[in-house]
Antibody, heavy 117, light 106 residues
């Protein structure tokens, strides 16, 4: 059974940083491309960014609203995905999900991030 | 970036009705399109991938069609449990979602 367990969320002030983690089990983590998707309160789904597998280059791509502020990394030895969030804005308040593959057949519970002064 | 536009934003239909949601991409995405159902307070659930492939366990009343820039999700006979918000997603290189369609039961 595939499990994706996010952690590291919480309440931060605008301009601060936060790192989310996602531990993945039930799949060969090193082989898969991983993404982060978020959903602001009462809003739709928003793709945040993606990291390819190392065999496919390990490169990252980001949505325009987070480019330059967020970065995604992975530690294949720990089956863990990270989202490093800098210069947080109130608009970054959302539930964040980590997901595997191109389309997303397994969803974790998500982790809430609140950016507020 | 590829923009995904869903229509309508909301729809209200009766149990048993045939319902169709449209998703248009700003440029061709071949068949790299998925559909999700989301109920309040829950994570989304995958319904359709690669435009027309039904995810295991999803009722056969759900179907997807299209390629290129125009796609549809059809519920052949709307059921009370289908009340939810539906999203399309492209996964052609980058990724992105439509703005969602809220389906209500009359």
């Amino acid at each position: 059974e595939v499990q994706l367990v996010e952690s590291g969320g919480g309440l931060v002030k605008p301009g601060e940083s936060l790192r989310l983690s996602c531990v993945v089990s039930g799949i060969t983590f090193s082989n898969v491309w991983m993404s982060w998707v978020r959903q602001a309160p009462g809003k739709g789904l928003e793709w945040v960014g993606r990291i390819k597998s190392k065999t496919d280059g390990g490169t990252t791509d980001y949505a325009a609203p987070v480019k330059g502020r967020f970065s995604i990394s992975r530690d294949d030895s720990k089956n863990t995905l990270y989202l490093h969030m800098n210069s947080l804005e109130t608009e970054d308040t959302a539930v964040y999900y980590c997901l595997d593959g191109g389309y997303f057949d397994y969803w974790g519970q998500g982790i809430p991030v609140t950016v507020s002064s | 970036d590829i923009q995904m536009t869903q229509s309508p934003s909301t729809l209200s239909a009766s149990v048993g009705d045939r319902v169709t949601i449209t998703c248009r991409a700003s440029q061709s995405i071949s068949s790299w399109l998925a559909w999700y159902q989301q109920k309040p307070g829950k994570a989304p659930k995958l319904l359709i991938y690669r435009a027309s492939s039904l995810e295991s366990g999803v009722p056969s009343r759900f179907s997807g069609r299209g390629s290129g820039t125009e796609f549809t999700l059809t519920i052949s006979s709307l059921q009370p449990d289908d009340s939810a918000t539906y999203y399309c997603q492209h996964y052609n290189g980058y990724s992105g979602f439509g703005q969602g369609t809220k389906v209500e039961i009359k």
